[in-house]
């Protein structure tokens, strides 16, 4: 009887499993898309014939809901499936910067800054240095999911720290924290277009949203989760690792050690020649086009000779970004060896064009979804419901956004995906939103702090499975729930932290980027 009570799976792991074993019935994004496009489709269409209106505060005529399964709905989707697709507004902003990005990964440039990064940080400050660098690594992508891990390990080991307390710490912060960013990002572009999408019909969308809507929100969130990281690895994370005997060198099958790694975080001088150059080179793009929007006459100001809350400068923040990781890319490549032909710039381009097929078929099924959304006006419909019913219960205030924060952490445990959990909630709760008088912007940012906290801790995030053959190097023995266990003292002050910072805007006021506040109208 005793063993049994011992054996008896804890609470922590019954509501994992549970997480797991739901997560697990739902179809893959696409597929779910399809399916939520078809009920979309369905209600439509009844909402259509039973002649369903809706009057939008601020609209100056009735909107009637149009179905997909009539005559004009099937004549529309037949006329605009390929426009719906290419018209899906994250591909104009995605694209440009996954392809200058991809210049300055296949080269190099990114591989030798973060090792750099690593290399440079002493013994007491390499718990920041693996915050600062799983932060920032989002801008690789899904890759630094693998690459920060087992380099953050490496140095650890070589300064004389836990080197599993550098493993379970770079992913933390790349994972907790991936919605944010000190530099601008392709995700930017992407939240960025998916809320453009879904604000084309209301009759005031607030500011144009842009890749660098949420900055200043997303510099100040940075910086308190890299430091935030840093102390967690410093003071929690390591000294439980250290009291809990967990070895410190990499163990074969056979009982024996494993032999050395082949990373190193020390620069070849080639290497460190070339990422020299490339910062000049991204210098000098800076001043040039510093140089180019500061003159009076600029004709990237706008018509009041002014940059907010529009303006030509920040239509072109894609093209900025463009150059910005180019640039530099093609400097780092052609010192190093990477890059030697013109040939080499498609191809780097190409590769990372590859990477990113699973998103370009993914848009194709997403494109479909908002489109239908804005076309039938089930989403002003939704919106108008909504906020009407909040209002009635008189919860249109500060906690509405909690609530709406919360509702996205938990939807984090089971869509993985970013950009397919923001298109979901997106449609329906930008809409809604901004009947209540809050900005575009001001929500994205809100659903930045749901969309990343809890996807250290869910089952169904691939690269937990990848970092656990990584710790299992160390620990034969470990599970998801030691993964798990382990992720948690970050995943909750991450989160409250993050709240806290966005309740520290909205109670000031501030700015959550150029020319996007927190209310429409101000």
């Given at each position: ?94 694209l440009p910067i996954l392809l200058a990005v991809g210049v300055a990964e296949k080269s190099g440039l ?413």
């Amino acid at each position: 009887m005793s063993s049994s009570v011992a054996t008896r799976p804890g609470l922590t792991d019954r509501f994992l499993t549970g997480v797991e074993r739901v997560g697990n019935r739902l179809p893959d994004p696409f597929m779910l898309f399809l399916i939520l496009f078809g009920i979309t489709a369905v209600v439509t269409t009844g909402m259509a014939l039973g002649n369903v209106t809706v009057q939008v505060p601020g609209a100056a005529e009735v909107t009637v809901i149009k179905g997909l399964f009539t005559a004009e709905g099937l004549t529309w989707l037949t006329e605009n499936i390929g426009a719906n697709y290419l018209g899906f507004p994250p591909l104009a902003t995605v694209l440009p910067i996954l392809l200058a990005v991809g210049v300055a990964e296949k080269s190099g440039l990114l591989g030798a800054l973060i090792r750099r990064v690593f290399g440079s940080a002493p013994r007491w400050a390499l718990p920041y240095a693996v915050g600062l660098v799983g932060v920032v690594g989002s801008v690789m992508s899904d890759s630094a999911f693998v690459i920060i891990p087992p380099l953050a390990a490496l140095v650890f080991k070589a300064a004389g720290r836990h080197p599993v307390a550098g493993l379970l710490g770079g992913f933390a912060a790349a994972g907790a924290g991936y919605s944010t960013n000190l530099l601008v990002t392709s995700l930017d572009a992407l939240f960025a277009g998916i809320t453009t999408a879904v604000t084309e019909n209301l009759p005031d969308p607030g500011s144009p949203v842009t890749p660098l809507s949420n900055y200043y929100f997303n510099i100040v969130s940075s910086v308190v989760l890299i430091l935030l990281a840093g102390f967690i690895i410093d003071k929690v994370l390591e000294p439980r690792l250290a009291r809990q005997n967990v070895p410190v060198d990499e163990l074969v099958e056979d009982g024996g050690h494993a032999a050395p790694v082949s990373l190193k975080t020390e620069l070849e001088p080639r290497e460190a020649r070339g990422l020299r150059w490339a910062l000049i080179a991204g210098g000098v793009v800076a001043l040039v086009i510093l140089a180019a929007v500061v003159v009076p006459d600029s004709p990237w100001r706008n018509e009041a000779g002014g940059f907010l809350p529009r303006s030509p400068l920040l239509s072109s923040i894609v093209f900025i970004v463009f150059l910005l990781f180019t640039i530099p890319g093609l400097v780092y490549g052609r010192v190093v060896g990477t890059i030697t032909t013109g040939r080499d710039v498609p191809r780097v381009m190409g590769e990372a064009i590859k990477d990113m097929a699973g998103f370009l078929v993914l848009a194709f099924i997403l494109g479909q979804f908002i489109a239908l959304f804005n076309w039938s006006g089930i989403g002003s419909w939704i919106a108008v419901a909504g906020a009407s019913g909040l209002e009635a219960i008189g919860l249109t205030g500060y906690p509405a956004v909690l609530a709406f924060i919360l509702l996205a952490s938990v939807l984090n445990l089971f869509i993985i995906s970013g950009s397919s959990m923001w298109t979901l909630m997106a449609s329906v709760f930008v809409p809604l939103f901004a009947l209540l008088g809050y900005e575009p912007a001001f929500i994205q940012g809100a659903f930045r702090v749901g969309d990343s906290a809890t996807q250290v801790i869910t089952p169904l995030n691939p690269y937990m499975i990848v970092l656990l053959t990584m710790l299992r190097r160390y620990e034969p023995d470990a599970g998801l729930g030691t993964l798990m266990a382990r992720m948690l003292p970050f995943v909750v002050p991450f989160w409250l932290a993050w709240v806290a910072i966005l309740t520290v805007f909205y109670a000031l006021d501030l700015p959550m980027g150029p020319g996007n506040g927190i209310f429409i109208g101000q």
